[in-house]
């Protein structure tokens, strides 16, 4: 197990990650408002923009305030 740092304190199982995109696209858009919808979503911005994206495998929307080539390190 790898925890990933989402920024700010938070950390994710890089082994649950589907998917990292970035939040400036439609689809992006699509997934957040979807989630939002039904309380899946994870906001670990702290306030900041949304620049990251991260579907993980039980379904939650994670958002982070760090940008997608840093988190795929």
Do not use: Q
């Amino acid at each position: 197990m790898k925890l990933i740092d989402v920024g700010y304190g938070n950390r994710i199982n890089s082994d649950r990650i589907v998917a990292v995109i970035g939040a400036d696209s439609a689809p992006a858009k699509r997934i957040v408002s979807v989630a939002k919808d039904s309380n899946t979503a994870i906001d670990a911005t702290c306030g900041k923009k949304t620049k990251t994206v991260i579907v993980m495998d039980s379904g939650h929307v994670v958002m982070s305030a760090k940008e997608p080539e840093t988190i795929n390190e």
